[in-house]
């Protein structure tokens, strides 16, 4: 795995070498030792783990994924994966198979807002091959729909993973394949959900008014008060903001406020597919900043304050450096084209956007170039950086 991502970024052993003693401060690791890591001949101790994700730019937690993944199954995955092959060929599929595949998509939407998106959907796609298998084995009508609605919520993580990564044509396909298994599973919110991705890549695209038509009609499909309802309705206020529409867009920044006013935090705050009351504050930031509302950047602030900080529970990095770019758009508007820069930068440097999110760093530095900002070339540099790495 070392060698793997070291021929990614083009190092030779002597430079990594290098780049550990620099980052570290300790000369110890040498070319040799690398080479026996490698070799698999030694593996490097959890002290230098650490110098080796940030040698790569990664964090620790993404690091231990992808060694994970390439990595021979534990015991317990294998005794797992040996029970799910047993009942497959056994034609049945039982209430615990049907439960674990349940979990699954909890424990993958919720680690995707703290997951690089080329880590999870190997993952993703390992549990989409096992309901494959499962879909021609013998089950109950209650069993053959749960377990659609369980691929559903696969093909729609997929999807947006897929989405995340610019893969296009692979998350389209995913998606259908989403929309049409929540149509036979006869799941409404997840019906919603699906039009509500369409819409965000609707906006990534700049089809603002596309947007706003799926962000309606998947508010047509979703359950009223449902969390596809309020993210669907959350997506039309970002849309119109875009489309500078500033009186509708207000309107949805108040539907959403009533929406969110009686929820509860729900007890997996990060699940990508739970509405937690929290978000709205980010939403209306963005939906502000959008709408170029001078109020959107003293919100901005106190919300990366939230994000980054450990006493707001664990950093939310990849919705920290999101909000970066729209702190810079706000800064931008505010006349601050210095201290926009150096923020987008820093969200750049970051090492945490994804490549769908790429387009709203490259509107921060049209604007930074068309106002002569110094720093605008170093700003352009670590973003053509960024999208080489990408």
């Not at 040799?32 to 040698?55: D, F, M, T, V």
């Not at 389209?172 to 991705?197: D, F």
């Not at 949805?252 to 997996?268: A, T, W």
Request: proline content about 5%; hydrophobic content about 40%; glycine content about 6%.
């Amino acid at each position: 795995m070392i060698a793997q991502l070291r021929a990614e970024r083009g190092l030779s052993q002597a430079q990594l070498a290098e780049t550990l003693a620099r980052v570290s401060g300790n000369p110890a690791v040498t070319r040799n030792e690398i080479s026996r890591w490698e070799q698999g001949k030694r593996r490097p101790r959890r002290y230098w783990l650490q110098w080796i994700a940030l040698a790569f730019g990664m964090s620790l937690a993404d690091l231990d994924d992808l060694v994970k993944l390439a990595s021979p199954v534990s015991d317990e995955d294998e005794a797992e994966a040996l029970e799910l092959r047993a009942r497959v060929a056994a034609s049945d599929v039982g209430a615990i198979t049907l439960l674990r595949l349940e979990g699954a998509v909890d424990d993958l939407a919720t680690a995707y807002p703290t997951t690089a998106p080329d880590l999870l959907l190997p993952r993703v796609k390992r549990h989409l091959s096992y309901i494959g298998k499962l879909l021609d084995a013998r089950m109950t009508l209650d069993e053959h729909r749960r377990l659609l609605t369980t691929g559903a919520w696969l093909s729609l993580l997929a999807a947006t993973c897929s989405f995340d990564l610019d893969q296009r044509k692979a998350s389209a396909a995913r998606l259908k394949t989403a929309a049409s298994l929540a149509e036979h599973g006869e799941h409404p919110e997840l019906s919603g959900w699906c039009l509500e991705t369409e819409a965000w890549q609707a906006v990534t695209d700049g089809d603002y008014r596309k947007a706003v038509k799926l962000s309606q009609a998947a508010q047509a499909v979703a359950p009223q008060g449902s969390s596809a309802f309020i993210q669907a309705t959350a997506q039309e206020g970002r849309a119109q903001a875009r489309l500078g529409h500033s009186r509708e867009t207000l309107k949805v920044v108040s539907r959403v406020e009533q929406l969110v006013s009686p929820l509860k935090v729900p007890d997996r705050p990060e699940h990508h597919y739970r509405y937690d009351p929290s978000k709205s504050s980010a939403y209306i930031a963005t939906t502000l900043s959008w709408l170029g509302d001078p109020e959107a950047e003293p919100l901005l602030r106190q919300l990366l304050r939230e994000l980054e900080s450990p006493s707001y529970g664990v950093p939310r990095l990849r919705r920290a450096a999101s909000a970066r770019l729209d702190l810079s758009l706000a800064l931008l508007a505010a006349g601050k084209p210095d201290e926009a820069t150096g923020e987008t930068l820093e969200a750049i440097n970051s090492g945490r956007l994804v490549p769908s999110n790429f387009w709203r760093a490259k509107e921060v530095i049209k604007a930074v170039d068309a106002g002569g900002v110094p720093e605008a070339r170093d700003l352009r540099d670590a973003y053509e950086a960024l999208q080489s790495s990408a």
